[in-house]
């Protein structure tokens, strides 16, 4: 019998003011706690509902806890616990959809935020145009007041606001996505001008859209969490989440009505997030997805194990200092090489258990604008970038599906069938590359069609093959 009691609200709840969507840790760790934050210092009701667009986990983990859950601070030298109440509810949408949209429709709400991961914006990653052929956004236009994507219940949502003569909410992404807020957009007007082109122009006209950049390690939450959280504050608590000291929000600031006063949990609203973006996407996320893919091929469980591999944490210095920096603009206030400096720091943080596996996760909405802009740039401009192209072929390599050591690797991808295939298709590396290097939603044409490129990824497909992942990783650095 478990006789650890669970843990409940304290406090009474704020007033709602934002519906989110997509309830996972990161949303947790990053915008539950920034806002918890904005509200202690300037109050408002900024209450979260937070909506979960596929399974009833983190509803049935929160929900007996009226949303409270605790917030797991990794300091390299101990855990500190804070318990966090700004989420007032969780919905579920295939449950009661119509729940959701009312929640989004209210007059209160005035910004929905979303962490719904790179596939949930229904898109080809390599170009940035929605799928209209998606089976979620196929079932949206035929049901667009029972939807099942983020663009379906932002468009009926709208569409409700606009005839109810409501002023419109800011729509406010959250993803690893570059110039995040112009992709939403994009996204949510081509499906709004199938529904009817009138709605399509009064979005563009009225809503706003703006970028962010979302900085904070966040791994899954895992039993052995729930347990030593158990252990040391005497309650049960499956919706905590363990996350590294570290965070960064910036964010355009171009909101349609009032918000969070999230600049006074630290958060920097500017201008123009764009450079931002391109530093964290390509230095934090396109190393990050490097060490996932290599170091989960070359054993390692996570990445702070796979950086105590010095050979593994020269090739991140160098991915850093050779590959990527000369491609990255520094942002206002920001100084590349304490980043990237920092960034080694947090990696090694022995308090996070990221896993290889974790980030190795939906490589093919990950990797055009972690991996492949920058090695794209690199070419035209003539610099070496033998690494990054090292990073694509262990991408391959994982995706085939079997490891250096022949047992079976479980791959997460909305295309892990294609890739299998893809991969199946031929017997050596020159063919599986080919094969790979063939799928337009992940490669542009352009890149595909680079001869140096596709002889550097088969060379290094080979290698692979040859020598495996921690022999080639030390080759580089
Ligand atoms: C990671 C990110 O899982 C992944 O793909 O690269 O979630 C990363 O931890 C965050 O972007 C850090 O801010």
């Avoid at 949510?188 to 706003?208: C, F, G, S, T």
Wanted: charged content about 20%; some cysteine.
């Amino acid at each position: 019998m478990n006789t650890v009691p669970r843990l409940t609200r304290q406090t009474s709840a704020p007033k709602p003011g934002i519906v989110h969507l997509g309830p996972g840790a990161f949303f947790r760790a990053f915008n539950a706690i920034y806002t918890a934050d904005a509200m202690a210092v300037d109050g408002g009701d900024w209450g979260i509902i937070a909506v979960s667009l596929r399974c009833p986990t983190a509803r049935d983990q929160l929900g007996p806890q009226g949303g409270v859950f605790t917030a797991i601070n990794m300091a390299p030298d101990g855990a500190q616990y804070r318990q966090i109440d700004s989420i007032v509810d969780v919905l579920v949408a295939p449950e009661k959809p119509g729940a959701v949209i009312d929640a989004m429709v209210a007059a209160t709400t005035h910004i929905v935020s979303l962490t719904i991961t790179e596939k949930g914006y229904c898109h080809a990653p390599s170009t940035g145009a929605l799928q209209l052929d998606h089976p979620d956004i196929q079932h949206d236009l035929v049901n667009p007041s029972a939807p099942k994507s983020a663009p379906g219940f932002l468009v009926e949502a709208l569409a409700r606001r606009r005839a109810a003569g409501h002023a419109p909410f800011t729509v406010l992404s959250c993803d690893n996505l570059p110039d995040n807020g112009h992709l939403a957009r994009k996204i949510v007007i081509a499906l709004a001008k199938e529904r009817d082109p009138e709605l399509a122009d009064w979005i563009a006209q009225n809503v706003p859209f703006p970028a962010t950049m979302v900085d904070r390690i966040t791994p899954a939450t895992t039993d052995a969490d729930i347990s030593a959280l158990a252990e040391a504050q005497g309650y049960q608590d499956p919706a905590c989440v363990a996350h590294e000291p570290f965070r960064q929000w910036v964010i355009e600031d171009t909101f349609a009505g009032p918000r969070p006063a999230w600049q006074a949990a630290g958060a920097q609203f500017v201008g123009d997030v764009a450079a931002h973006e391109a530093m964290k996407l390509r230095c934090l996320n396109g190393t990050h997805s490097a060490l996932a893919y290599l170091g989960y091929l070359g054993g390692h469980e996570t990445i702070s194990d796979t950086v105590a591999d010095p050979d593994y944490a020269r090739f991140v210095q160098h991915l850093w200092a050779e590959e990527i920096l000369p491609a990255v603009v520094q942002p206002e206030g920001e100084d590349l090489a304490a980043y990237t400096a920092a960034l080694l720091e947090r990696y090694r943080n022995p308090s996070i258990r990221h896993r290889t596996w974790q980030i190795a996760m939906d490589g093919s909405q990950k990797l055009p604008q972690r991996l492949l802009g920058t090695i794209s740039e690199n070419l035209a401009a003539g610099r070496d970038c033998s690494g990054l192209m090292l990073v694509v072929a262990g991408w391959m390599r994982y995706v085939g599906g079997v490891d250096e050591v022949g047992a079976a690797i479980d791959v997460r991808d909305p295309l892990a069938d294609r890739l299998r295939t893809a991969s199946d298709s031929a017997p050596d590396a020159a063919g599986k590359v080919a094969a790979l290097l063939a799928m337009r939603d992940v490669f542009d044409q352009e890149l595909a069609e680079t001869p140096s490129f596709q002889a550097g990824v088969s060379a290094a497909y080979t290698s692979l093959m040859d020598h495996g992942a921690k022999v080639c990783v030390a080759a580089i650095a």
